[in-house]
Structures are given as structure tokens and as C-alpha cells.
């Protein structure tokens, strides 16, 4: 059974960083792509970041281009996302999900969220 459950959220200054992380199991990361998303209060869940299947390339929204950063360690079948340089409208629940094929299909599973909230 594919699970995928994510850490590292909390509550930041503006300016300030976390990583998460997103411990997979039931599956290999080899065999699919990866793909943070944030939903903020109110609105409509956004896709913040995907990796391909293979690790070889990442793509991110522009909103977080050049402050977030998406890695894997495939032994530990874990995947992060650094953020440096935070914003208040960064603020939300950040899922990680799984997509058996590519950024661009439909993501199966997910994890249950975790919530970062950036503040003074």
C-alpha cells in the first residue's frame, strides 16, 4: 500500500526556513514522479514543486522559484523541500504526492498535510 506521510512544518519568521520531508513506503521513488502542493486558507490547492520519476529534473511554480528547493535521498526513500527566505503568503498545508507516471498525470496517492505558517 502506497503511504506517504510529511514533517517538518511549523511555525517561522518571515525570512526564516524549514525543510519537510516526505517519507515514502509501499512504493520505489524510481517509479514516480513526486509533487509538493500548499493549500492557504480560502483558497485552491496550488502545485508548489514535482520531480520526475527518475530525480533528473524539478520543475516549480514561479512563485517559490530561486527560495525553494525539492531533493530526494532514494535509500532513505524520503523527499524534502527546503525553504529558505519565507513569505507570509507562503502560509498554508503543504502536501506531498505521488503521480505513477509523470509531473503532468494525475497524483494517486497523498499524504495527509503538514501546516507551516509564516509570521511575526
Known amino acids: 500500500q502506497l503511504q506517504l506521510v510529511e514533517s517538518g512544518g511549523g511555525l517561522v519568521q518571515p525570512g526564516g526556513s524549514l525543510r519537510l520531508s516526505c517519507a515514502a513506503s509501499g512504493f520505489t521513488l524510481d517509479y514516480y514522479a513526486v509533487g509538493w502542493f500548499r493549500q492557504a486558507p480560502g483558497k485552491e490547492r496550488e502545485g508548489v514543486s514535482c520531480m520526475t520519476r527518475s530525480g533528473g529534473s524539478t520543475n516549480y511554480v514561479d512563485s517559490v522559484k530561486g527560495r525553494f528547493t525539492m531533493s530526494r535521498d532514494a535509500a532513505k526513500k524520503t523527499v524534502y523541500l527546503q525553504m529558505n527566505s519565507l513569505k507570509p503568503e507562503d502560509t498554508g498545508v503543504y502536501y506531498c504526492?505521488?503521480?505513477?507516471?509523470?509531473?503532468?498525470?494525475?497524483?494517486?496517492?497523498w499524504g495527509q498535510g503538514t501546516q507551516v505558517t509564516v509570521s511575526s
Open positions: 504526492a505521488a503521480a505513477p507516471l509523470s509531473c503532468q498525470t494525475e497524483f494517486s496517492s
